[in-house]
Protein backbone atom coordinates (compact mmCIF):
# COMPACT_ATOMS: atom_id res chain seq x y z
CA UNK A 1 0.00 0.00 0.00
CA UNK A 2 1.64 3.37 -1.22
CA UNK A 3 0.47 6.48 -2.10
CA UNK A 4 3.32 6.36 -5.07
CA UNK A 5 4.26 4.44 -7.82
CA UNK A 6 7.45 2.40 -7.19
CA UNK A 7 10.04 2.46 -9.57
CA UNK A 8 10.17 -0.76 -10.41
CA UNK A 9 13.66 -2.10 -11.66
CA UNK A 10 14.29 -4.05 -14.43
CA UNK A 11 16.43 -7.14 -14.22
CA UNK A 12 19.64 -7.46 -16.18
CA UNK A 13 19.03 -9.79 -19.17
CA UNK A 14 21.88 -11.80 -20.81
CA UNK A 15 24.95 -10.17 -23.20
CA UNK A 16 23.88 -9.98 -26.55
CA UNK A 17 26.06 -13.23 -27.89
CA UNK A 18 28.10 -13.05 -31.05
CA UNK A 19 27.78 -9.42 -31.06
CA UNK A 20 30.08 -6.96 -32.35
CA UNK A 21 30.24 -4.68 -28.95
CA UNK A 22 33.35 -2.65 -29.98
CA UNK A 23 32.29 1.28 -29.63
CA UNK A 24 29.27 2.94 -27.28
CA UNK A 25 27.53 -0.64 -26.97
CA UNK A 26 26.36 -0.27 -23.54
CA UNK A 27 22.91 0.72 -22.61
CA UNK A 28 20.70 0.95 -19.45
CA UNK A 29 17.13 1.12 -19.33
CA UNK A 30 15.52 2.71 -16.34
CA UNK A 31 11.48 2.18 -16.26
CA UNK A 32 9.16 4.46 -14.13
CA UNK A 33 5.58 3.69 -13.86
CA UNK A 34 3.03 0.83 -14.01
CA UNK A 35 3.15 -2.53 -15.40
CA UNK A 36 1.99 -1.36 -19.12
CA UNK A 37 5.72 1.15 -18.67
CA UNK A 38 7.67 -2.29 -17.48
CA UNK A 39 6.17 -3.93 -20.48
CA UNK A 40 7.04 -1.37 -23.32
CA UNK A 41 10.52 -1.97 -21.31
CA UNK A 42 10.66 -5.12 -22.31
CA UNK A 43 10.33 -4.13 -26.54
CA UNK A 44 12.83 -1.80 -25.72
CA UNK A 45 15.34 -3.95 -24.70
CA UNK A 46 14.31 -6.06 -27.21
CA UNK A 47 15.41 -3.57 -29.80
CA UNK A 48 18.51 -2.50 -27.89
CA UNK A 49 19.64 -6.14 -27.80
CA UNK A 50 19.05 -6.74 -31.36
CA UNK A 51 21.38 -3.25 -32.24
CA UNK A 52 23.96 -4.96 -30.45
CA UNK A 53 24.23 -3.36 -27.10
CA UNK A 54 24.76 -5.15 -24.10
CA UNK A 55 22.36 -3.85 -20.66
CA UNK A 56 24.33 -2.83 -17.56
CA UNK A 57 22.71 -1.31 -14.55
CA UNK A 58 24.50 1.56 -13.47
CA UNK A 59 24.58 4.76 -15.04
CA UNK A 60 28.18 5.39 -14.78
CA UNK A 61 28.70 1.58 -17.37
CA UNK A 62 26.08 3.09 -19.94
CA UNK A 63 27.02 4.62 -23.05
CA UNK A 64 23.39 4.94 -23.57
CA UNK A 65 21.09 5.46 -21.33
CA UNK A 66 16.62 5.31 -21.87
CA UNK A 67 14.79 6.56 -19.17
CA UNK A 68 10.92 5.17 -20.02
CA UNK A 69 8.69 7.68 -17.82
CA UNK A 70 5.55 7.63 -15.99
CA UNK A 71 3.73 10.98 -15.48
CA UNK A 72 0.77 9.82 -13.66
CA UNK A 73 1.51 12.17 -11.09
CA UNK A 74 4.07 15.32 -10.73
CA UNK A 75 6.12 13.59 -7.83
CA UNK A 76 6.75 10.85 -11.20
CA UNK A 77 7.91 13.92 -12.69
CA UNK A 78 9.93 15.09 -10.35
CA UNK A 79 11.93 12.11 -9.72
CA UNK A 80 12.78 11.83 -13.28
CA UNK A 81 13.97 15.35 -13.51
CA UNK A 82 16.70 13.93 -10.86
CA UNK A 83 18.00 11.36 -13.00
CA UNK A 84 18.11 13.83 -15.73
CA UNK A 85 20.47 16.32 -13.66
CA UNK A 86 22.55 12.91 -12.33
CA UNK A 87 22.63 11.84 -16.30
CA UNK A 88 23.83 15.66 -17.07
CA UNK A 89 27.07 15.61 -14.74
CA UNK A 90 27.91 12.32 -15.83
CA UNK A 91 27.64 13.41 -19.25
CA UNK A 92 29.95 16.66 -18.31
CA UNK A 93 32.24 13.54 -17.39
CA UNK A 94 32.24 12.10 -20.36
CA UNK A 95 30.59 8.64 -19.03
CA UNK A 96 27.51 8.65 -20.28
CA UNK A 97 27.32 9.34 -24.42
CA UNK A 98 23.61 9.78 -25.18
CA UNK A 99 20.36 10.01 -23.25
CA UNK A 100 16.65 9.18 -24.68
CA UNK A 101 13.63 9.31 -22.50
CA UNK A 102 10.55 7.47 -23.75
CA UNK A 103 6.88 6.63 -22.48
CA UNK A 104 4.19 8.89 -21.06
CA UNK A 105 6.42 11.62 -20.02
CA UNK A 106 7.94 11.81 -23.59
CA UNK A 107 4.45 11.77 -25.15
CA UNK A 108 3.12 15.11 -22.65
CA UNK A 109 3.91 19.12 -23.63
CA UNK A 110 6.22 19.13 -20.69
CA UNK A 111 8.71 17.12 -22.93
CA UNK A 112 9.84 19.96 -25.09
CA UNK A 113 11.36 22.04 -21.87
CA UNK A 114 12.82 18.98 -20.01
CA UNK A 115 14.16 17.58 -23.75
CA UNK A 116 15.51 21.59 -24.29
CA UNK A 117 17.16 22.27 -20.40
CA UNK A 118 18.54 18.63 -19.90
CA UNK A 119 20.11 18.70 -23.39
CA UNK A 120 18.18 14.93 -24.07
CA UNK A 121 19.08 13.26 -27.23
CA UNK A 122 15.81 11.59 -28.17
CA UNK A 123 12.28 12.28 -27.20
CA UNK A 124 9.43 10.25 -27.92
CA UNK A 125 6.03 9.09 -27.07
CA UNK A 126 4.04 5.83 -25.90
CA UNK A 127 2.96 5.40 -29.77
CA UNK A 128 6.32 6.20 -31.95
CA UNK A 129 8.77 4.21 -29.42
CA UNK A 130 9.46 2.63 -32.32
CA UNK A 131 11.97 5.35 -33.72
CA UNK A 132 14.23 4.13 -31.39
CA UNK A 133 14.96 1.53 -33.58
CA UNK A 134 16.64 3.77 -36.04
CA UNK A 135 18.38 5.44 -33.00
CA UNK A 136 20.21 2.56 -31.74
CA UNK A 137 20.88 2.03 -35.84
CA UNK A 138 18.63 -0.55 -36.67
CA UNK A 139 16.03 0.19 -39.60
CA UNK A 140 13.13 1.30 -39.02
CA UNK A 141 10.93 -1.21 -38.02
CA UNK A 142 7.11 0.18 -37.44
CA UNK A 143 5.80 -3.11 -37.85
CA UNK A 144 8.26 -4.76 -35.61
CA UNK A 145 8.52 -3.20 -32.35
CA UNK A 146 4.76 -2.07 -32.35
CA UNK A 147 2.18 -3.60 -29.65
CA UNK A 148 1.63 -6.82 -31.51
CA UNK A 149 5.58 -7.50 -30.71
CA UNK A 150 5.93 -9.84 -27.23
CA UNK A 151 8.35 -9.04 -24.35
CA UNK A 152 10.78 -10.89 -22.90
CA UNK A 153 10.33 -14.64 -23.64
CA UNK A 154 10.97 -17.74 -21.27
CA UNK A 155 10.63 -16.02 -18.45
CA UNK A 156 8.70 -18.01 -15.94
CA UNK A 157 6.11 -15.11 -16.19
CA UNK A 158 4.84 -12.78 -18.79
CA UNK A 159 3.11 -9.78 -19.48
CA UNK A 160 0.70 -9.69 -22.65
CA UNK A 161 -0.97 -6.23 -23.65
CA UNK A 162 -4.57 -7.16 -24.56
CA UNK A 163 -5.82 -3.45 -25.00
CA UNK A 164 -3.79 0.30 -24.81
CA UNK A 165 -5.09 3.48 -24.72
CA UNK A 166 -8.25 4.93 -22.99
CA UNK A 167 -11.63 5.78 -23.71
CA UNK A 168 -12.72 7.56 -20.51
CA UNK A 169 -12.12 10.66 -19.72
CA UNK A 170 -11.52 10.79 -16.13
CA UNK A 171 -11.42 14.39 -15.01
CA UNK A 172 -7.70 14.17 -13.24
CA UNK A 173 -6.03 11.69 -15.66
CA UNK A 174 -3.19 12.32 -18.29
CA UNK A 175 -3.65 8.43 -19.34
CA UNK A 176 -5.77 9.14 -22.36
CA UNK A 177 -3.42 12.18 -23.92
CA UNK A 178 -0.28 10.37 -23.61
CA UNK A 179 -1.65 7.09 -24.00
CA UNK A 180 -4.63 7.68 -26.98
CA UNK A 181 -7.89 6.76 -27.28
CA UNK A 182 -8.59 2.42 -26.63
CA UNK A 183 -7.14 0.05 -28.85
CA UNK A 184 -7.93 -3.66 -28.79
CA UNK A 185 -5.59 -6.49 -29.99
CA UNK A 186 -7.28 -9.00 -32.41
CA UNK A 187 -8.31 -12.07 -30.35
CA UNK A 188 -6.04 -14.28 -32.48
CA UNK A 189 -3.03 -12.29 -31.81
CA UNK A 190 -3.28 -12.50 -27.85
CA UNK A 191 -4.05 -16.13 -28.29
CA UNK A 192 -1.02 -16.74 -30.34
CA UNK A 193 1.11 -14.87 -28.06
CA UNK A 194 0.11 -17.06 -25.03
CA UNK A 195 0.43 -20.30 -26.85
CA UNK A 196 4.25 -19.31 -27.83
CA UNK A 197 5.00 -18.06 -24.45
CA UNK A 198 3.27 -21.47 -22.32
CA UNK A 199 5.16 -23.55 -25.54
CA UNK A 200 8.45 -21.75 -24.42
CA UNK A 201 8.33 -22.51 -20.50
CA UNK A 202 6.13 -19.26 -19.50
CA UNK A 203 4.10 -20.42 -16.15
CA UNK A 204 2.07 -16.86 -15.67
CA UNK A 205 0.77 -15.03 -17.87
CA UNK A 206 -1.09 -11.67 -16.56
CA UNK A 207 -3.28 -9.44 -19.10
CA UNK A 208 -2.33 -6.15 -18.96
CA UNK A 209 -3.78 -2.65 -20.15
CA UNK A 210 -5.46 0.51 -18.55
CA UNK A 211 -9.15 -1.26 -18.78
CA UNK A 212 -8.72 -4.46 -19.50
CA UNK A 213 -12.24 -5.38 -18.88
CA UNK A 214 -13.51 -2.86 -21.70
CA UNK A 215 -11.18 -5.38 -24.37
CA UNK A 216 -14.13 -6.34 -27.64
CA UNK A 217 -13.19 -7.76 -30.64
CA UNK A 218 -15.47 -9.05 -33.17
CA UNK A 219 -18.20 -9.54 -31.11
CA UNK A 220 -16.17 -10.84 -28.21
CA UNK A 221 -16.14 -9.64 -25.04
CA UNK A 222 -13.23 -9.37 -22.19
CA UNK A 223 -14.75 -12.45 -20.69
CA UNK A 224 -14.77 -14.42 -23.85
CA UNK A 225 -10.60 -13.44 -23.79
CA UNK A 226 -10.16 -14.44 -20.44
CA UNK A 227 -11.59 -18.28 -20.38
CA UNK A 228 -9.80 -19.03 -23.79
CA UNK A 229 -6.19 -17.71 -22.01
CA UNK A 230 -7.45 -19.57 -19.07
CA UNK A 231 -7.86 -22.82 -20.69
CA UNK A 232 -3.89 -22.17 -22.48
CA UNK A 233 -1.96 -21.10 -19.65
CA UNK A 234 -1.30 -22.67 -16.48
CA UNK A 235 -1.84 -19.38 -14.56
CA UNK A 236 -3.45 -16.13 -15.21
CA UNK A 237 -4.06 -12.76 -13.77
CA UNK A 238 -5.50 -9.40 -15.46
CA UNK A 239 -4.53 -6.28 -14.62
CA UNK A 240 -6.45 -3.24 -14.63
CA UNK A 241 -10.01 -3.41 -14.62
CA UNK A 242 -12.67 -0.40 -14.56
CA UNK A 243 -15.90 -1.11 -12.38
CA UNK A 244 -18.20 0.26 -15.75
CA UNK A 245 -16.90 -2.61 -17.75
CA UNK A 246 -16.77 -5.06 -15.03
CA UNK A 247 -19.43 -8.11 -15.78
CA UNK A 248 -20.61 -10.29 -13.39
CA UNK A 249 -20.25 -13.04 -15.65
CA UNK A 250 -16.09 -12.29 -15.28
CA UNK A 251 -16.38 -12.18 -11.43
CA UNK A 252 -18.17 -15.56 -11.75
CA UNK A 253 -14.84 -16.89 -13.74
CA UNK A 254 -12.55 -15.69 -11.61
CA UNK A 255 -13.92 -18.23 -8.77
CA UNK A 256 -14.80 -20.94 -11.14
CA UNK A 257 -11.61 -21.25 -13.29
CA UNK A 258 -9.17 -23.39 -12.07
CA UNK A 259 -5.74 -21.51 -13.57
CA UNK A 260 -7.00 -17.80 -12.63
CA UNK A 261 -5.72 -16.13 -9.55
CA UNK A 262 -8.23 -14.93 -7.13
CA UNK A 263 -7.78 -12.05 -7.07
CA UNK A 264 -9.45 -8.52 -8.24
CA UNK A 265 -7.85 -5.00 -8.94
CA UNK A 266 -10.81 -2.78 -9.32
CA UNK A 267 -10.04 0.81 -8.79
CA UNK A 268 -12.97 2.43 -6.81
CA UNK A 269 -11.23 6.03 -6.59
CA UNK A 270 -14.00 7.32 -4.10
CA UNK A 271 -16.93 6.39 -2.23
CA UNK A 272 -19.07 9.43 -2.87
CA UNK A 273 -21.39 9.74 -5.76
CA UNK A 274 -21.01 13.18 -5.75
CA UNK A 275 -17.42 12.61 -5.98
CA UNK A 276 -17.80 9.99 -8.55
CA UNK A 277 -19.63 12.61 -10.79
CA UNK A 278 -16.84 15.03 -10.89
CA UNK A 279 -14.24 12.60 -11.71
CA UNK A 280 -16.39 11.33 -14.93
CA UNK A 281 -16.07 8.31 -13.15
CA UNK A 282 -19.51 6.78 -14.78
CA UNK A 283 -20.60 3.97 -11.93
CA UNK A 284 -22.11 4.96 -8.27
CA UNK A 285 -21.02 3.62 -5.00
CA UNK A 286 -23.62 1.22 -4.63
CA UNK A 287 -23.00 -0.71 -8.00
CA UNK A 288 -19.54 -1.19 -7.27
CA UNK A 289 -20.30 -2.69 -3.77
CA UNK A 290 -22.65 -5.06 -6.16
CA UNK A 291 -19.74 -5.96 -7.79
CA UNK A 292 -17.75 -6.52 -4.71
CA UNK A 293 -20.41 -8.71 -3.10
CA UNK A 294 -20.36 -11.15 -7.03
CA UNK A 295 -16.59 -10.93 -6.55
CA UNK A 296 -17.05 -11.63 -2.79
CA UNK A 297 -19.77 -14.74 -3.46
CA UNK A 298 -17.64 -16.13 -6.33
CA UNK A 299 -14.12 -16.02 -4.72
CA UNK A 300 -14.76 -15.99 -0.53
CA UNK A 301 -11.59 -16.58 -0.23
CA UNK A 302 -10.04 -14.02 -3.27
CA UNK A 303 -8.48 -11.17 -2.72
CA UNK A 304 -9.66 -7.71 -3.73
CA UNK A 305 -7.27 -4.47 -4.13
CA UNK A 306 -8.52 -0.89 -5.74
CA UNK A 307 -6.99 2.78 -6.03
CA UNK A 308 -8.27 5.66 -4.39
CA UNK A 309 -7.80 9.37 -4.71
CA UNK A 310 -7.95 11.84 -1.55
CA UNK A 311 -8.18 15.17 -1.57
CA UNK A 312 -9.78 15.44 -5.56
CA UNK A 313 -10.59 19.10 -5.74
CA UNK A 314 -13.98 19.75 -4.43
CA UNK A 315 -13.82 17.35 -1.99
CA UNK A 316 -15.12 17.91 1.35
CA UNK A 317 -15.29 16.40 4.48
CA UNK A 318 -18.70 14.37 3.61
CA UNK A 319 -17.68 13.08 0.43
CA UNK A 320 -14.42 11.64 2.58
CA UNK A 321 -16.52 9.66 4.92
CA UNK A 322 -18.51 7.76 1.97
CA UNK A 323 -15.10 6.84 1.18
CA UNK A 324 -14.04 5.72 4.64
CA UNK A 325 -17.82 4.17 4.85
CA UNK A 326 -17.40 2.37 1.20
CA UNK A 327 -13.77 0.89 2.65
CA UNK A 328 -15.42 -0.44 5.49
CA UNK A 329 -18.08 -2.54 3.36
CA UNK A 330 -15.87 -3.71 0.69
CA UNK A 331 -13.40 -4.57 3.33
CA UNK A 332 -10.47 -4.28 0.96
CA UNK A 333 -6.97 -6.50 1.00
CA UNK A 334 -5.00 -3.89 -0.50
CA UNK A 335 -4.98 -0.47 -1.80
CA UNK A 336 -2.96 2.14 -3.86
CA UNK A 337 -3.78 5.30 -1.67
CA UNK A 338 -3.34 8.44 -4.26
CA UNK A 339 -3.31 12.39 -2.75
CA UNK A 340 -4.29 14.28 -5.63
CA UNK A 341 -1.56 15.73 -8.35
CA UNK A 342 -3.12 18.14 -10.73
CA UNK A 343 -1.68 17.35 -13.97
CA UNK A 344 -1.70 20.19 -16.60
CA UNK A 345 -3.97 19.55 -19.66
CA UNK A 346 -6.57 17.51 -17.43
CA UNK A 347 -10.10 19.21 -16.41
CA UNK A 348 -9.43 18.97 -12.65
CA UNK A 349 -5.75 20.61 -12.60
CA UNK A 350 -7.96 23.69 -13.09
CA UNK A 351 -11.23 23.11 -11.18
CA UNK A 352 -11.93 25.27 -7.74
CA UNK A 353 -12.14 23.56 -4.53
CA UNK A 354 -8.39 22.91 -4.00
CA UNK A 355 -8.12 21.07 -0.75
CA UNK A 356 -5.11 22.06 1.54
CA UNK A 357 -2.51 20.25 2.13
CA UNK A 358 -2.44 19.04 5.66
CA UNK A 359 -6.07 17.94 5.30
CA UNK A 360 -5.41 15.78 2.26
CA UNK A 361 -2.59 14.50 5.04
CA UNK A 362 -4.89 13.77 7.16
CA UNK A 363 -7.74 12.01 5.05
CA UNK A 364 -4.57 9.91 3.14
CA UNK A 365 -3.81 8.76 6.97
CA UNK A 366 -7.83 8.07 7.99
CA UNK A 367 -7.83 5.94 4.72
CA UNK A 368 -4.75 4.33 5.18
CA UNK A 369 -5.16 2.81 8.71
CA UNK A 370 -8.91 1.72 7.80
CA UNK A 371 -7.58 -0.26 4.68
CA UNK A 372 -4.73 -1.51 7.03
CA UNK A 373 -6.82 -2.51 9.84
CA UNK A 374 -9.41 -4.25 7.21
CA UNK A 375 -6.10 -5.82 5.35
CA UNK A 376 -4.44 -7.12 9.10
CA UNK A 377 -8.14 -8.73 9.98
CA UNK A 378 -8.76 -10.52 6.45
CA UNK A 379 -5.11 -12.10 6.36
CA UNK A 380 -5.25 -13.37 10.29
CA UNK A 381 -8.06 -15.74 9.13
CA UNK A 382 -5.56 -17.28 6.88
CA UNK A 383 -2.94 -18.48 9.66
CA UNK A 384 -2.78 -22.30 9.96
CA UNK A 385 -4.45 -22.89 6.03
CA UNK A 386 -1.63 -24.86 3.94
CA UNK A 387 -1.39 -23.02 0.75
CA UNK A 388 0.37 -23.82 -2.59
CA UNK A 389 2.34 -20.99 -3.19
CA UNK A 390 3.83 -19.64 -6.58
CA UNK A 391 7.26 -18.47 -6.33
CA UNK A 392 7.39 -15.29 -7.91
CA UNK A 393 10.96 -14.51 -7.08
CA UNK A 394 13.70 -16.47 -5.71
CA UNK A 395 15.42 -16.31 -2.18
CA UNK A 396 17.11 -13.52 -0.97
CA UNK A 397 19.58 -13.59 1.41
CA UNK A 398 17.66 -14.08 4.20
CA UNK A 399 16.54 -17.40 2.88
CA UNK A 400 13.18 -15.62 1.89
CA UNK A 401 11.00 -16.02 -1.12
CA UNK A 402 8.57 -14.13 -2.30
CA UNK A 403 5.49 -16.39 -3.31
CA UNK A 404 1.26 -15.61 -4.30
CA UNK A 405 -1.50 -17.89 -3.31
CA UNK A 406 -3.90 -18.71 -5.21
CA UNK A 407 -6.16 -16.55 -3.54
CA UNK A 408 -3.60 -13.87 -4.44
CA UNK A 409 -1.85 -13.17 -1.11
CA UNK A 410 1.56 -11.90 -1.05
CA UNK A 411 3.26 -14.84 0.85
CA UNK A 412 6.95 -15.06 2.41
CA UNK A 413 8.34 -18.05 2.93
CA UNK A 414 11.58 -19.90 3.45
CA UNK A 415 12.48 -21.96 0.51
CA UNK A 416 15.27 -21.87 -2.55
CA UNK A 417 12.68 -23.17 -4.80
CA UNK A 418 12.75 -21.72 -8.05
CA UNK A 419 10.71 -18.80 -9.30
CA UNK A 420 7.99 -20.31 -11.56
CA UNK A 421 7.52 -23.17 -9.16
CA UNK A 422 5.36 -24.33 -6.73
CA UNK A 423 5.52 -25.04 -2.97
CA UNK A 424 3.03 -26.03 -0.32
CA UNK A 425 3.25 -24.63 2.94
CA UNK A 426 1.29 -23.57 6.31
CA UNK A 427 0.63 -19.65 7.19
CA UNK A 428 2.52 -19.19 10.73
CA UNK A 429 1.43 -15.62 10.51
CA UNK A 430 0.20 -12.50 9.20
CA UNK A 431 0.60 -8.93 8.63
CA UNK A 432 -1.54 -6.29 6.97
CA UNK A 433 0.51 -6.31 3.77
CA UNK A 434 1.75 -9.97 3.72
CA UNK A 435 1.57 -13.69 4.92
CA UNK A 436 4.50 -15.36 6.41
CA UNK A 437 5.00 -19.32 5.74
CA UNK A 438 6.76 -21.68 7.59
CA UNK A 439 9.04 -24.35 5.98
CA UNK A 440 7.22 -26.04 3.04
CA UNK A 441 6.68 -29.56 2.79
CA UNK A 442 7.52 -30.34 -0.79
N1 LIG B 1 -7.14 2.77 -15.66
C1 LIG B 1 -7.14 2.58 -14.29
C2 LIG B 1 -8.50 2.95 -13.71
O1 LIG B 1 -9.21 3.73 -14.27
O2 LIG B 1 -8.83 2.51 -12.67
C3 LIG B 1 -6.08 3.38 -13.58
C4 LIG B 1 -4.89 3.88 -14.29
S1 LIG B 1 -3.96 5.14 -13.48
C5 LIG B 1 -2.48 5.00 -14.36
C6 LIG B 1 -3.56 4.44 -11.91
C7 LIG B 1 -4.12 5.22 -10.76
O3 LIG B 1 -3.42 6.43 -10.59
C8 LIG B 1 -5.57 5.64 -10.87
O4 LIG B 1 -6.46 4.60 -10.58
C9 LIG B 1 -5.68 6.77 -9.91
O5 LIG B 1 -6.04 6.32 -8.62
C10 LIG B 1 -4.25 7.33 -9.87
N2 LIG B 1 -4.17 8.65 -10.51
C11 LIG B 1 -4.29 8.93 -11.81
N3 LIG B 1 -4.16 10.25 -12.02
C12 LIG B 1 -3.96 10.82 -10.80
C13 LIG B 1 -3.78 12.15 -10.36
N4 LIG B 1 -3.78 13.16 -11.20
N5 LIG B 1 -3.57 12.36 -9.03
C14 LIG B 1 -3.57 11.32 -8.18
N6 LIG B 1 -3.75 10.05 -8.54
C15 LIG B 1 -3.95 9.79 -9.84
FE1 LIG C 1 -7.22 7.27 -16.51
FE2 LIG C 1 -9.81 6.96 -16.06
FE3 LIG C 1 -8.69 5.88 -18.23
FE4 LIG C 1 -8.16 4.86 -15.83
S1 LIG C 1 -10.16 4.92 -16.85
S2 LIG C 1 -6.67 5.32 -17.44
S3 LIG C 1 -8.15 6.68 -14.56
S4 LIG C 1 -8.90 8.05 -17.80
Same mark, same amino acid.
Given at each position: ?80 ? !??? %? #??? *? @???? &? ?5 ? /? ?86 ? !??? %? #??? *? @???? &? ?5 ? /?????D ?27 SHPSNMEDRTLR?IG ?8 LHLPVQSGSDRMLK?M?RGYKAERYRRKIEVFREAAP?GTLSTDII ?8 EDHEKTLELVEDCAFDSA ?31 V??QI?RNA?QR ?64
Open positions: MSSTTPMTPIPLSRKPAGQDLSGPRTACIRTFGCQMNVHDSDRIRRMIQDAGYAEVQRYEDADLVILNTCYVRENAVDRVR !GHL %G #ELG *R @LRRE &GRVKRVA /LTGCIGAAQESAALKRTYDIDLVLGTHNTYELAEFVGLPTMRETYTPELPGTEGEHNAFVTIMTGCNYQCSYCIVPTVRGRMICRPME !GVI %G #EVE *R @LVAG &GTEYITL /LGQTVAWRYEGKRFCDLLEAVSQIAPRVWFTTAERDTIVERVHDVGHPGETEYIFKFSPRRGTEAATMPGAVPDAIVQRRFLELREFNQRKVGDVEEIYIRHGSTEDGKAIGETWSGHAVHVRTDAAPGTYVKARIESAGPHVLYAGEPSR
